[in-house]
């Protein structure tokens, strides 16, 4: 058997990798809903491909995109791939 200090500190490690993860998960959900409220502000309704296609890109994504859509002339503007 495993002494009860490596067992306790490979479950404390488990449970901040697990508390990392939330956290991130938690971030990306927060800016996505962000950026929703401002696409639909801004252009109306978003179908229902936009709403998927933000709820499955990363982080760094939806930043990039929200920083577009403060200015963009138009929803497409936002997606645009440079």
């Given at each position: 058997m495993f002494p009860d200090n490596i067992i306790a500190t490979a479950e404390k490690r488990g449970e901040a990798r697990g508390e990392a993860r939330g956290e991130a998960r938690g971030?990306?959900?927060g800016e996505a809903a962000a950026l929703v409220r401002l696409l639909t502000h801004r252009f109306g309704?978003?179908?229902?491909d936009i709403?998927?296609?933000i709820e499955q890109a990363e982080l760094t994504?939806?930043?990039a995109w929200f920083e577009r859509a403060i200015d963009a002339p138009?929803?497409?503007a936002v997606f645009r791939v440079d």
């Open positions: 971030e990306v959900k309704e978003l179908a229902p709403q998927v296609r994504t939806i930043i138009d929803l497409e």
